[in-house]
Antibody
Framework: EVQLVESGGGLVQPGGSLRLSCAAS????????MSWVRQAPGKGLEWVSVIYSGGSTYYADSVKGRFTISRDNSKNTLYLQMNSLRAEDTAVYYC????????????WGQGTLVTVSS | QSVLTQPPSVSAAPGQKVTISCSGSSSNIGNNYVSWYQQLPGTAPKLLIYDNNKRPSGIPDRFSGSKSGTSATLGITGLQTGDEADYYCGTWDSSLSAGEVFGTGTKVTVL
């Protein structure tokens, strides 16, 4: 079964750091395009970042320079390193596999909540 | 601020049909495929429609998608109480760097 399981969310102070993990099963992370998408409480979906199978990475302007997407091929796991966190980064963070040809996402993980507050 | 606009809510009685619009521009919907996602309360989004009108395996044919110009539409026929959810459209915007974009979201209520 193709599945994604996120972990690593929690409460962090403004300016702090957090690393999210997304463990995949049923497929190989390094052979796919993988993304992070977030959803602030009561709000819509916002794309955060993508890593292509070739290793290229891209970020939304709102997180560029603060967040880093990466993967560990040996663990078949995707990561999101989040630094200099702000209150507006508070959201549920989902990892999702993105189609390599067109821009759709499937499957999605269950999400992990990140709360940035003092 | 999303570049794709959806109505905040739509509603209908069980068994009826609803349509959800997704309005964009030539830099996104006009030149790219559209996908649709269903988000049941408290759960992660789930792919409903991809490449404008294709359904993944397991998605009933009550759900359909279409695109015309810079707008896309999701249709749900034979509405069921289990269809109560938030629905989002998505595509890529060529005016942004690797700009994946989602719609503002529509809440479907079954009366």
């Amino acid at each position: 079964e193709v599945q994604l399981v996120e972990s690593g969310g929690g409460l962090v102070q403004p300016g702090g750091s957090l690393r999210l993990s997304c463990a995949a099963s049923g497929f190989t992370v390094s052979s796919n395009y993988m993304s992070w998408v977030r959803q602030a409480p009561g709000k819509g979906l916002e794309w955060v970042s993508v890593i292509y199978s070739g290793g290229s990475t891209y970020y939304a302007d709102s997180v560029k320079g603060r967040f880093t997407i990466s993967r560990d091929n040996s663990k078949n796991t995707l990561y999101l390193q989040m630094n200099s966190l702000r209150a507006e980064d508070t959201a549920v963070y989902y990892c999702a596999r993105r189609d390599s040809r067109e821009h759709w996402f499937d499957p999605w993980g269950q999400g992990t909540l990140v709360t940035v507050s003092s | 601020q999303s570049v794709l606009t959806q109505p905040p809510s739509v509603s209908a009685a069980p068994g009826q049909k609803v349509t959800i619009s997704c309005s964009g521009s030539s830099s996104n919907i006009g030149n790219n495929y559209v996908s649709w996602y269903q988000q049941l309360p408290g759960t992660a989004p789930k792919l409903l429609i991809y490449d404008n009108n294709k359904r993944p395996s397991g998605i009933p044919d009550r759900f359909s998608g279409s695109k015309s110009g810079t707008s896309a539409t999701l249709g749900i026929t034979g509405l069921q109480t289990g269809d109560e959810a938030d629905y989002y459209c998505g595509t890529w915007d060529s005016s942004l760097s690797a700009g994946e974009v989602f719609g503002t979201g529509t809440k479907v209520t079954v009366l």
